[in-house]
């Protein structure tokens, strides 16, 4: 019965255009969103590429600066920015702490959108202050982006639908289901062989777009041969749910009309209630605290101790004698007050950051428990682990930044505790940050997905088996 | 080759089949006669599995329908009044598919075979099936049923609605049938036909089979007689 189960489906499916219509439609889809990702993932390149280019540039001229300073001239600049003072480095001259894009970027918008993919600490500035976020027009966050992870999570569902919401049920509206049953055949193996057909279609079409799409745009398909199989398997995992579903509706034989209803509620629920319900939930079981709260907590600390930096300071110097004992100047800044304070200031505010930080970190751990709830989010999940713009990539991007910021900080320290100058000899020492991407497995999403879709449709064919509800008596 | 015993459907309180036996050898055909409602498609459905009887049980080639439902399936065919095939397919890939998924593999002369000898013509063998009439359809389920072998043919309505050129090659075909050993049992409104063709009829009315005789005994319009009598409509006869 397969083979020729299959052969029906691949005629009457050409004949009546099904095929090269879904054929199309996912091509044009799926085009469109590699060329839309692509096309952020370039505007991010080419910022963050912008960045370091004035950076570069910055550095020439400051090297000139230094150059014309150590030959005794005299330089046109305020005091405070003459790079031979290694705080100005520190504040006018930062590294670009960028989150590259990973090969995949392009795949999942992610967090991508609301955060910035570069920033520069400076010596003075606050860790906890650094802008990341990102201006984003709010329609575009309404509507998502038309990316691959879009296509296949939102778009897929609705195809796999129209494409198989009437198995049984045309065949019963047509008037052929009769002498069909009449055969000694069992409607409900037939339904999964028909079903089986149009998965393995809309697979194939699927993978066989997305790899010639991503040949054609040049992307190196084999040296990233492991997250293009991560991406195909949580793709099928997801299109293997819905097929489950499709086949469920069908067996449970309702009419065409009330099969589309049940399954394209099934998208509602599952791709968008749900998702957003737990958001929502999670943000009102574990609500985050304020950043505002916390910036202005901030303030307020550094009010406390700008009244007493002196008094910080000579604890400070205490606490590092080789400051000290090195400095035979004895002169004390601003800066020498400040960076001190500042110090303390950081001390000060490690309960409220990580109360921050933790309070992610539950909000994070409950919707996790959830996220089998809706395949959507596995798969959303899954696929911003492949782009890296998940959520913990970025989560790792600031703890990245924020240890560069006390590497770029600690640099300065000796330099200015001594009382030394910056010299054009220390600009190749000066700290560079680089991004270590966060490689996050996708195993236990796709073993989840592939695992709900057997319960489900175990589940399902053994309710059907107690009940004895069989496939043939709901013709009548 | 056909039997049923006490035969009976209940939907509620509603009897739509009463304590029912049939019994159809081979080569004969039974036509049951009767208005809508009498419980000639309800006996087709019980003999094909498709409902489940309230008490009595139903046989085909001997095999219990209701324990036997995919085994009994083997031996017959099924012609209901309005047979919708394909429209995409053809003539012949209809009659591929649904003797494929009998399990019965043929090569396309067989195929156009089965299809000649059951008077679909030449030219419409590789027609796809939306272009076809009623009748022309009706030949490809004739078709099916001799690709499939059917020791039982089960017909609903199957000359509603056909010309009467149509309707008389449909009764050739089933003598044809009938001559190669096949019981058939064809549910039907049309007297004329049933008398033709059938070598026993059947009159039900409420579920009941009142009236059962050797169709060589009896003339059309004593049939006719008969059925209106049996269906309390005497007073319309002029």
């Known amino acids: 019965m397969l083979k020729h189960n299959f052969i029906h489906e691949l005629k009457t499916l050409t004949r009546n255009r099904w095929m090269l219509f879904l054929g199309i439609i996912i091509l044009v889809f799926f085009s469109f969103a590699t060329f839309n990702g692509h096309q952020k993932v370039e505007k991010r390149a080419l910022d963050i590429n912008a960045a370091k280019q004035e950076v570069k540039d910055a550095d020439q001229e400051m090297l000139m600066l230094i150059d014309s300073v150590e030959r005794g001239m005299e330089v046109s600049a305020p005091y405070w920015t003459i790079p031979t003072s290694p705080m100005a480095v520190g504040n006018y001259h930062p590294r670009v702490a960028a989150m590259d894009p990973e090969p995949w970027a392009f795949i999942a918008t992610g967090q991508s959108d609301l955060f910035t993919h570069y920033v520069k600490p400076t010596v003075a500035g606050d860790d906890h202050t650094l802008n990341y976020t990102e201006m984003t027009s709010p329609i575009q966050l309404l509507f998502g982006s038309f990316d691959i992870s879009f296509v296949i999570i939102y778009l897929l569902p609705l195809i796999i639908v129209a494409f198989s919401y009437n198995i049984l049920s045309s065949e019963r509206e047509n008037g052929s289901l009769r002498l069909l049953a009449s055969n000694s055949i069992s409607l409900q193996k037939w339904v999964i062989q028909k079903l089986a057909f149009r998965f393995l279609f809309v697979a194939l079409v699927s993978i066989l777009v997305l790899g010639g799409i991503f040949l054609i745009k040049g992307f190196d398909l084999f040296s990233n041969f492991g997250e293009f199989l991560s991406l195909v398997l949580v793709m099928l995992g997801y299109v293997l749910f819905w097929f489950v579903l499709a086949f469920i509706i069908n067996i449970s034989s309702g009419s065409s009309a009330k099969n589309a209803i049940v399954l394209l509620g099934l998208w509602v629920g599952l791709v968008l209630l749900v998702p957003s319900i737990l958001n929502q939930l999670g943000n009102s079981i574990y609500p985050m605290p304020s950043r505002t709260l916390m910036i202005n907590d901030m303030r307020q600390i550094k009010v406390d101790v700008s009244q007493k930096q002196d008094e910080i300071l000579d604890n400070y110097l205490r606490d590092h004698p080789e400051y000290a004992i090195n400095d035979t100047t004895e002169n004390r800044s601003f800066y020498h007050r400040y960076m001190a304070s500042q110090m303390l200031v950081k001390k000060e505010l490690e309960p409220a950051v990580s109360e921050f930080e933790d309070q992610l970190k539950r909000q994070q751990q409950w919707l996790n428990q959830f996220k089998w709830l809706s395949p959507a989010i596995l798969v959303q999940e899954s696929m911003n682990h492949i782009a890296g713009t998940s959520t913990s990539d970025y989560e790792s991007y600031r703890k990245q930044v924020s240890e560069f910021a006390d590497i770029w900080r600690n640099h300065f320290m000796p330099l200015l505790y001594n009382n030394q100058k910056f010299s054009e000899a220390d600009y190749k020492d000066l700290p560079s940050f680089q991004y270590k991407s966060k490689k996050t497995s996708v195993k236990a999403n796709l073993l989840l997905l592939f695992v709900i879709s057997l319960i489900l449709g175990l589940t399902f064919g053994i309710s059907h088996v107690i009940k004895g509800k069989k496939a043939s008596m709901a013709m009548n | ?238």
Do not use: W
């Open chain 2, 1 to 238: 080759m056909i039997n049923t015993n006490n035969l009976t459907k209940q939907y509620g309180d509603h009897i739509a089949l009463d304590r029912l036996n049939l019994n159809i050898e081979q080569g004969e055909i039974y036509c049951l006669l009767g208005a809508n409602g009498a419980g000639k498609t309800t006996t087709i459905n019980l003999l094909l599995g498709f409902i489940q009887p309230t008490s009595g049980s139903a046989f085909i080639n001997q095999l219990n329908v209701q324990e036997n439902q995919k085994k009994s399936k083997r031996f017959l065919a099924y012609i209901p009044e309005n047979l919708m095939l394909y429209p995409t397919l053809s003539a012949v890939e209809n009659l591929r598919y649904f003797s494929g998924i009998g399990g019965k593999e043929f090569s396309i002369d067989e195929l156009e075979g089965f299809l000649t000898e059951a008077g679909l013509q030449k030219e419409a063998h590789h027609k796809r099936i939306a272009s076809f009439s009623k009748g022309m359809r009706q030949k490809v389920g004739i078709a099916i049923a001799l690709a499939k072998d059917a020791k039982v043919l089960l017909l609903d309505e199957p000359t509603s609605g056909l010309d009467p050129k149509a309707s008389n090659e449909f009764g050739q075909l089933l003598q044809t049938l009938k001559n190669k050993g096949v019981a058939i049992l064809m549910a039907t409104h049309d007297l004329f036909r049933a008398k033709e063709v059938a070598t026993t009829i059947g009159i039900m009315k409420e579920g009941k089979l009142k009236q059962e005789f050797t169709a060589k005994d009896i003339t059309l319009q004593q049939l006719e007689e008969v059925y209106l009598n049996t269906m309390d409509y005497k007073q319309l006869v002029p």
